[in-house]
């Protein structure tokens, strides 16, 4: 990511933090509502949600700017993602939901130029949770192509 993607992702988060229940209500009737299967890998309190929602977006911002520190919490957070029962289709399916309701939450503020931002920052953090939540041969076969 280049220094004015990091900043553009951290504003976006500044900007939606005020409206954070709000948004994450959205998030997870728009993904439920799209995806059903995933419904039972989260708990069922809306309040508890919605702070995994605001934890979620929290670790992006924090891991962005310095990716060197965060690579490791994010094999971590990758493994524990597998045992909730996460799976590698589940964060494209995850980014498609969290953009859409990011784009409607920030407006004429949700440019291409934002778009990249996110896409870089969310895939960045996702391949890291994906090594540390890959099988072992999964993860040798990603060292491999490395
Ligand atoms: C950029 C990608 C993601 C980040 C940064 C992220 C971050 C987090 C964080 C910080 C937690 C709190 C618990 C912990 O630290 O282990 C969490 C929990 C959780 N996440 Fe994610 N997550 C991401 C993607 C996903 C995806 C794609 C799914 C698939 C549906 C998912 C489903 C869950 C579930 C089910 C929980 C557990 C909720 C609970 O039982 O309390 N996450 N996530």
């Known amino acids: 990511m280049i220094p004015e993607?990091?900043?553009?992702?951290?504003?976006?988060?500044?900007?939606?933090r005020?409206?954070?229940?709000?948004?994450?209500?959205?998030?997870?009737?728009?993904?439920?509502?799209?995806h059903p299967e995933l419904w039972p890998l989260f708990p069922t309190d809306?309040?508890?949600?919605r702070r995994k929602f605001a934890d979620e977006l929290e670790m992006i911002v924090r891991a962005i700017?310095?990716?060197?520190?965060?690579a490791e919490r994010a094999r971590h957070l990758g493994a524990r993602h597998a045992g909730y029962g996460v799976r590698v289709a589940h964060y494209a399916h995850?980014?498609?939901?969290?953009?859409e309701v990011i784009a409607?939450?920030?407006g004429d503020g949700w440019t291409?130029?934002?778009?990249?931002?996110?896409?870089?920052a969310y895939n960045l953090i996702t391949e890291?949770?994906?090594?540390?939540?890959?099988?072992?041969?999964?993860?040798?076969?990603l060292r491999g192509v490395r």
């Open 94 to 99: 995850v980014r498609a939901v969290l953009f």
């Open 112 to 120: 291409e130029e934002a778009e990249a931002a996110w896409r870089s």
């Open 65 to 70: 700017p310095d990716f060197g520190s965060f």
């Open 104 to 106: 409607a939450a920030l």
């Open 5 to 16: 993607q990091v900043t553009i992702v951290t504003r976006g988060i500044a900007e939606l």
């Open 46 to 49: 809306i309040s508890v949600q």
């Open 128 to 141: 890291a949770m994906l090594l540390g939540g890959a099988p072992p041969a999964g993860r040798r076969r």
């Open 18 to 34: 005020p409206r954070l229940e709000e948004i994450a209500d959205d998030f997870y009737r728009r993904l439920f509502d799209r």
